[in-house]
T-cell receptor, first 112, second 114 residues
Framework: DAGITQSPRHKVTETGTPVTLRCHQT?????MYWYRQDPGHGLRLIHY???????DKGEVSDGYSVSRSKTEDFLLTLESATSSQTSVYFC???????????FGPGTRLTVL | KQEVTQIPAALSVPEGENLVLNCSFT??????LQWFRQDPGKGLTSLLL?????REQTSGRLNASLDKSSGRSTLYIAASQPGDSATYLC?????????????FGEGTQLTVNP
């Protein structure tokens, strides 16, 4: 499982509240990613990081911010959650062998 | 913009059958292609990765092929088992893509009936 954990695994929140999701890895990989998965859209990249304090936007970054203060942790923040951000969120890392990506178990977020 | 399509969206087969899942992509300038398996409510498990210079990769009963010129990859599953039931996703990394970002297809949901 490439040593990736996500917390929380499930969360229900209300519209307008801030939410932070955490991704933790144990293998010191440089690249980390946040995706969301929705029916009819598949997996889409939100943000990614290529090192401590180095991040960049993906294709669906509006309404999300990220931070990476340590190699092992990559945080995804919804500043003011909306119902359209109800989704399953996956964290991934890029391995060292041919840049293969490995995924965490996911966080199911419901915004009421 | 790279687009990835997987057809069919769903497939149901009897146990023991050999089957092929299809993945097509619009931009042939790819760095690699990765096949994943996803069980209901779970994360993605990487099955096979094919570099752009390779034609195929094998792991156990799985064989993935890549034809860049036609923009196609296939995942061949031999002697299917009920435990193979899952959604299979393919994802492509373009050559010039920063951050090694992947573009995913929507997947093929496979059901293998005992």
């Amino acid at each position: 499982d490439a040593g990736i954990t996500q917390s929380p695994r499930h969360k229900v929140t209300e519209t307008g509240t801030p939410v932070t999701l955490r991704c933790h890895q144990t293998e010191n990989h440089r690249y980390m990613y946040w995706y969301r998965q929705d029916p009819g859209h598949g997996l889409r990249l939100i943000h990614y990081s290529y090192g401590v304090k180095d991040t960049d936007k993906g294709e669906v970054s509006d309404g999300y911010s990220v931070s990476r203060s340590k190699t092992e942790d990559f945080l995804l923040t919804l500043e003011s959650a909306t119902s359209s951000q109800t989704s399953v969120y996956f964290c991934a890392i890029r391995g060292d062998w041919y840049n293969e990506q490995f995924f965490g178990p996911g966080t199911r977020l419901t915004v009421l | 913009k790279q687009e990835v399509t997987q057809i069919p969206a769903a497939l149901s087969v009897p146990e023991g059958e050999n089957l092929v899942l299809n993945c097509s992509f619009t931009d042939s300038a790819i760095y690699n292609l990765q096949w994943f398996r996803q069980d209901p409510g779970k994360g993605l498990t990487s099955l096979l990765l094919i570099q752009s210079s390779q034609r195929e990769q094998t792991s156990g009963r799985l064989n993935a092929s890549l034809d860049k010129s036609s923009g196609r990859s296939t995942l061949y599953i031999a002697a299917s088992q009920p435990g193979d039931s899952a959604t299979y996703l393919c994802a492509v990394r373009r050559i010039e893509t920063s951050g090694s970002r992947l573009t995913f297809g929507e997947g093929t949901q496979l059901t293998v009936n005992p």
